[in-house]
């Protein structure tokens, strides 16, 4: 983990946003799901256009947004055709809860 691309990535309001809305994807977004095969399991996932809605702002700034936090290790996505599916990573993010209790 690199604390530093974590921070800079929860730096922003829209990111901290989204990451604040797939803690509760059920209570944010419509149902999800549409595209994503029977036999595949991605609970939790919101696809890039519901989240780009809900946003208010541009794909373009969405998918930066997205992708950021991705790398940072907070996201983790599955593509399925054209749609791409976000969610969480809880693991990641209860690694960071630790690291920010036994560092900070």
């Keep these: 983990m690199e604390p530093i691309d974590v921070f800079k990535a929860l730096s922003n309001e829209t990111r901290l946003n989204i990451l604040k809305w797939l803690k509760e994807p059920e209570k944010h977004f419509p149902k999800q799901g549409a595209h994503i095969p029977k036999e595949e399991n991605f609970e939790g996932g919101v ?58």
């Design 47 to 104: 696809c890039v256009g519901d989240i780009q809605e809900k946003a208010k702002t541009s794909q373009s700034t969405v998918s930066h947004n997205l992708n950021m936090m991705q790398k940072a290790g907070l996201l983790e996505s599955i593509r399925y055709g054209q749609w791409t599916y976000y969610r969480r990573n809880e693991d990641f993010i209860h690694q960071l809860a630790e690291y920010i209790e036994a560092e900070i």
